[in-house]
């Protein structure tokens, strides 16, 4: 009732034909004297008496607009009287303030309010207390408000470019591949499966096979896309739709990922330290942001076992893989960004090359850093004869995979390729605890909405 109370009081205004002429961010003392039009939040009020002090935010940044009564027209000074978070536009003189970090504040001589947020928000926008996650999520058109969180998906965004930026110069071209196909790419049950039309069809849990086929007219393919896995994990490193990085080059071997994925994190890193040092020191993670050095050591999964068998307490046979308890203990001996190569061939899907020196041993790697696993991949088969045998092993029907294999009858070059996991590798530059803070919207096992 009291903002409705409120908004009969004060009457909203429309947007018309005013446009913003600055952000934030490009406010500065070269623009002292000038009348800019900038929009965005009410992010804090104070007043004291005759003044009121209102921290405006937008998407790049905040500004403090000055109103002092007699100075400013009445209207304007009376509409200072606005719940937090309600949405404005201002036309206001730049003026000189040397206490501020953009030296400069704004003289209001126009306000628009276009809504009113109510006087109960159901988060804690002052950044003095964190609101629960579930709570957060719950209203994360909101939470995306919060500086913290904005800080964390900027520098996502330059993670995104950097990466872009490394595989246009290497010749790579972006793929976008089907979300909806009519075959498990991988076999297994972590698949969302539903009726298209009147097929049976899943959800995509990898662009494996098309970016496989895609290296036949493109050679080099990659896609930044989602995949899904439905999975009942509830740990903090799972969600059932993941953005991942997706690579395939033709004419190459694990060998040449290796390079390549060292230059994508070693790249991406650099540039994120150059240019969103505020952001990570907002974070309060500028002092330890890592830059890793190339190239990355690789230890065998072999050794990884002996590792384990000599150091900590674990007993892992060889051909079993290595869980998270394990991981976690390697983590002493292995802090850093590092592969585990030559995995049993049983243990990784039909794709994967069996070494033609043993093939117990595929040509297969995982990347880790520290004990978390970001990226899986390796030199795949492309041998028609050796896939279908692959996939029989492997309990598969080759009838299922008839257009894939197809594909392998028009001259299918030797190639490998990497899954890599963005969400995971942002917890890693943002110092997240937490995969779900990493996805805008993150869908789990007891997640729908919003």
């Given amino acids: 009732m009291e903002q409705k109370t409120r908004m009969i009081i004060m009457q909203l205004d429309k947007l018309g034909d005013w446009r913003r002429t600055h952000f934030t961010s490009e406010l500065n003392p070269e623009l002292i004297g000038k009348t800019v039009n900038i929009a965005g939040w009410v992010q804090r009020i104070r007043k004291l008496g005759a003044l009121t002090f209102i921290i405006l935010q937008d998407a790049t940044g905040e500004i403090q607009l000055t109103l002092k009564k007699g100075s400013v027209p009445d209207d304007v000074f009376e509409k200072a009287d606005m719940p937090h978070q309600s949405s404005i536009a201002v036309t206001g003189e730049v003026k000189e303030f040397k206490k501020a970090k953009k030296g400069v504040e704004i003289i209001p001589k126009e306000i628009k309010i276009f809504n009113l947020a109510p006087e109960q928000l159901p988060l804690d926008m002052t950044g003095k207390t964190m609101s629960d996650l579930d709570t957060r999520l719950n209203h994360r058109a909101l939470d995306l408000r919060l500086p913290r969180n904005q800080a964390i998906y900027r520098i996502q965004y330059q993670m995104l470019k950097s990466i872009r930026n490394v595989l246009d110069k290497q010749k790579f071209i972006e793929v976008v591949t089907p979300k909806i196909i009519g075959t498990a790419t991988e076999g297994g049950t972590e698949l969302f499966h539903f009726k298209y039309f009147d097929k049976d069809a899943f959800l995509s849990q990898s662009a494996q096979l098309y970016k496989e086929q895609l290296t036949v007219p493109f050679e080099r393919v ?181 257009s894939h294999l197809t594909t392998f009858d028009y001259g299918m070059p030797p190639h490998a390729g990497i899954g890599f996991g963005i969400g995971r590798f942002l917890t890693i530059l943002t110092g997240v605890d937490q995969i779900k803070e990493t996805v805008l919207y993150p869908r789990t096992p007891d997640r729908l909405t919003p």
């Fill in 222 to 402: 990659f896609e930044l896309g989602s995949c899904y896995r439905a999975e009942k994990s509830f740990t903090n490193r799972h969600i059932c739709e993941i953005y991942t990085l997706d690579i395939e080059m033709a004419f190459s071997t694990m060998y040449d990922v290796f390079n390549l994925m060292e230059e994508i994190l070693s790249k991406t890193t650099k540039d994120i330290k150059k240019n969103c040092s505020e952001d990570l020191e907002f974070l309060d993670i500028l002092d330890t942001f890592e830059t890793p050095r190339k190239p990355f050591k690789r230890h065998t999964y072999t050794d990884i076992v002996n590792l384990l068998q000599k150091e900590t307490e674990m007993r892992i046979e060889w051909g079993e893989d290595i869980s998270t308890e394990a991981y976690r203990a390697l983590n002493e001996y292995l802090p850093g960004y590092y592969w585990i190569t030559h995995w049993p061939t049983e243990a990784k899907p039909f794709y994967i090359r069996p070494s033609d020196e043993d093939p117990k041993i595929s040509e297969s790697f995982d990347l880790q850093k520290g004990w978390l696993e970001l990226a899986s991949g390796g030199t795949r088969v492309h041998e028609k004869d050796l896939l279908i045998k692959r996939l029989k092993n492997q309990g598969l029907n080759p009838d299922s995979f008839t």
